[in-house]
């Protein structure tokens, strides 16, 4: 087999199961290879960061490896974005790039494309992947690729792999993937035996779950951990959507000062609190109503543990929650006042009043009571803060890096990867910015429901400095454009034109439903406004 047959089929036996990506001349055999080959089904998009969101967004859904190709220089620089997000956001993406081939290398001009040297592309992505091979000899591409795709299932973070224009049609042997990295057992042993004994001394234990529980495909464990331990579970910020469809539903998300009082309390009150998966970030924590108590605190993430202030590496998290449900002892026990599970917001009232953001989040909630849970992909902004008033289902977001553009790519990736219908929630601003990927939607037969929050301005900008008139922005009308993108579109102002119109989108299969909700500026959910009164407060500002 040639050298971009054996990647595919090395991507494919790793998890992979598409590639999203855009052509240009020095990707154009591997471009070749994978159409006509079949391996992979190909998904092209109109701009790299998408096609970066989309694959980012693929691998969330999906619990597995995405895959984005481009080409050299004005493609893969064009990835920067869409790659560090993978990475502070521990997303296994593979990043594959065409490169000029080894007798333009040598040529002694300076090729376009070309940044400052030739291997500058490789030396940025160096800094935002966690492992990168260029495969430049077709003898040790197999080794080479088996290594840099074990690292992205393994750690669940970007890799990079650089493939020479010349060498895709190369004979090579197929790769063989190698075998997982073993854990410390000793190690494993000890750690589990210890966060136990910690738990059940604990008065006041509780669990919250983040990410990489769902990149590693733990969600049905960790719930059965839950019931054995009879632990109260809520999900961090950016671990919103987890256990949505498991009988261990979460209690709540952990927002601090900006959530429900009882889960805060649930957090900050513990005396044993065990954290898989969570990322130690400021989104997570920035609003924290006290300090949590890490000394007493569990934590598991990349691959390494900490309890207390005893440090053990070369754990992954599958081996940490298999080992507690084979040494647990089955609990039956409530400790303190129970906490009540979170209730949404619902029953939105078909009034001629303005829509406000949390009307979006009652139309919503009413929406799938009645027709069953949607997958959501939320930008950044109130869209996301709105998607924590709506009820637990499964949700992708960047809550954490916070870049904006993520959403509508993200969707159009999620709805590749599970088959599902997505609702994107996305704002006006971000709609600016990759909006118009719903173009290639008629292309595969995707058909989201997007909820564009337009209020004219960058709205969460606004809430921490509504002096600026920068964050103004003009009326683009988003919906008269869905119709030639290939949807339809309509543009809501109250309360009932927004019920009618999600009633019509739910409805309407084949095309892409785009709803434009007129929101008035400085309007913000509650939860949004909790949480900018937090940040200030933690900043020191009034």
């Known amino acids: 087999m040639n050298l971009a047959e054996s990647l595919l089929h090395a991507l494919k036996d790793h998890g992979a199961r598409e590639i999203f990506g855009i052509p240009g001349d020095f990707a154009l055999p591997f471009f070749k290879v994978v159409e006509q080959s079949g391996i992979l089904p190909l998904y092209t998009f109109s701009h790299e960061p998408a096609v970066g969101f989309a694959a980012d967004a693929a691998a969330r859904f999906g619990s597995r490896l995405g895959v984005a190709a481009v080409t050299y220089g004005a493609g893969a620089f064009n990835l920067v974005n869409p790659v560090a997000c993978a990475l502070a956001e521990r997303s296994p993406l593979v990043v594959i790039s065409g490169a000029p081939g080894r007798a333009e290398r040598a040529s002694g001009l300076l090729l376009h494309h070309q940044a400052k040297t030739l291997d500058s592309q490789f030396r940025v992505m160096a800094e935002l992947t966690c492992d990168q091979a260029v495969l430049d000899d077709p003898t040790t591409a197999p080794g080479e690729i088996a290594r840099v795709l074990r690292s992205a299932v393994e750690q669940s973070m970007p890799v990079y792999i650089e493939i020479p224009r010349d060498l895709v049609f190369a004979e090579t042997a197929p790769t063989q993937p190698l075998p997982a990295t073993p854990a410390d057992a000793e190690a494993l042993t000890e750690c589990a035996d210890e966060i136990l004994e910690r738990l059940a001394k604990a008065e006041r234990p509780a669990l919250m779950v983040g990410v990489e529980i769902r990149r590693f495909g733990l969600e049905h464990k960790v719930a059965r951990l839950a019931e054995k331990l009879g632990l109260p579970v809520v999900t961090s910020f950016m671990g919103r959507g987890l256990l949505a469809e498991s009988p261990a539903q979460p209690l709540g998300t952990y927002l601090g000062a900006a959530g429900k009082p009882e889960v805060t309390e649930l957090v900050e009150g513990s005396d044993g609190l065990l954290l898989l998966g969570v990322i130690l970030c400021d989104t997570n924590f920035g609003v924290s109503e006290k300090q949590i108590n890490l000394g007493t605190a569990m934590h598991a993430l990349g691959r390494e543990v900490r309890v207390s202030r005893h440090v053990f590496g070369e754990i992954p998290l599958e081996a940490l929650v298999e080992a507690l449900l084979a040494r647990a002892v089955p609990v039956n026990r409530q400790r303190g006042e129970p906490v009540a599970g979170t209730s949404y917001p619902a029953d939105l009232n078909s009034s001629g009043e303005t829509v406000a953001p949390t009307d979006i989040a009652r139309a919503v909630n009413d929406l799938m009571r009645t027709q069953g849970t949607l997958p959501i992909v939320s930008d950044v902004g109130d869209c996301l803060f709105t998607a924590m008033e709506m009820e637990n289902t499964e949700l992708a977001a960047n809550g954490y890096y916070a870049g904006m553009g993520f959403g509508v790519p993200g969707g159009l990736g999620a709805q590749a990867a599970s088959g599902k219908r997505a609702l994107i929630l996305v704002g006006d601003g971000a709609f600016q910015m990759t909006g118009w990927e719903l173009g290639n939607c008629r292309r595969y037969g995707w058909d989201p429901i997007v909820i564009v ?90």
Request: glycine letters at 8%; zero cysteines; charged letters at 30%.
């Open 453 to 542: 929050y337009n209020n004219e301005s960058w709205e969460m900008l606004r809430a921490f400095q509504p002096e600026s008139e920068f964050n103004d922005l003009s009326d683009w009308r988003f919906a008269e454009m869905a119709e030639p993108l290939g949807g339809d579109g309509v543009r809501v102002r109250t309360k009932a034109e927004l019920k009618t119109a999600l009633d019509k989108a739910v409805a309407t299969r084949g095309r892409f439903q785009l709803i434009e909700v007129m929101l008035q500026r400085g309007a913000m959910s509650d939860t949004l406004s909790r949480f900018v009164e937090g940040v200030k407060k933690g900043r020191g500002q009034s």
